[in-house]
């Protein structure tokens, strides 16, 4: 009977290339199998190859946002939800940063492309809800779960390169949030109060 395939190996996999990606080193089949303590052949096994292994660390990087923005719990109130939503992101890439930057590596597939959509269906999802609300107008909630997306991404890239201090999350994050919400025709002063909550709840820090 074959050997079970070890989940550390794979795991240490996983975490070396994403290492090696973020530090732009070669990563060749014998010096990733180096690094993470293992065969040349693991990879093989776990991964079926090289181009198995690079989805693989961008799948483990969805799978990771998923799970955090899996603790943010709705309310009824959408805008608390959304802030909370992006505390939320911004943590999970402070904690997981290689494999929050391999995630964007589309020069490889996902094995389970609908797993992204675990990390933006929730911001669709409490977006809706506040233009059903009325905190919103009538915008498409797409557009406004892009538009915080995006604007949480350039924040967090800025901070994980160093551009900007990691105090930059707390400080201008929830403004960005406001801003976005704002764009989208909520009331000033209770989507300050919505997102100055929001944040609080959804950052473990």
């Known amino acids: 009977m074959p ?3 070890d989940a550390a190996v794979r ?3 996983i975490e070396q290339a994403a290492a090696m990606l973020a530090a732009r080193e070669p990563v060749t ?3 990733l199998a180096g690094r993470a303590g293992t065969s040349t052949m693991a990879v093989y096994t776990h991964f079926g190859g090289m181009p198995g292994l690079w989805g693989a660390v961008r799948q483990e990087g969805f799978v990771h946002l998923a799970a955090r923005l899996a603790t943010v719990h709705p309310t009824d109130d959408p805008v608390h939800d959304l ?3 992006g505390a939320a992101y911004a943590d999970n890439a402070v904690a997981h940063p290689l494999l929050y930057r391999a995630m964007f590596d ?3 597939d996902l094995p389970d492309p609908e797993v992204a959509d675990g990390g933006f269906a929730p911001l669709v999802a409490a977006a809706s809800r506040a233009c059903a609300d009325g905190r919103f107008d009538p915008v498409d909630p797409v557009d406004v779960a892009t538009r915080l997306w995006a604007a949480g991404h350039g924040l967090v890239l800025l901070v994980l390169s160093g551009v900007l201090p990691a105090e930059a999350l707390r400080a201008q994050g929830p403004a960005l949030a406001e801003a976005v919400c704002l764009g989208a025709g909520d009331d000033p002063a209770r989507c300050a109060a ?5 944040w609080s709840a959804g950052s473990a820090g």
């Open 106 to 108: 589309a020069a490889v």
């Open 3 to 5: 050997k079970p395939a």
């Open 11 to 13: 795991t240490a996999l």
């Open 194 to 198: 919505s997102v100055r909550s929001g």
């Open 29 to 31: 089949l014998r010096a």
């Open 83 to 85: 802030a909370a939503l």
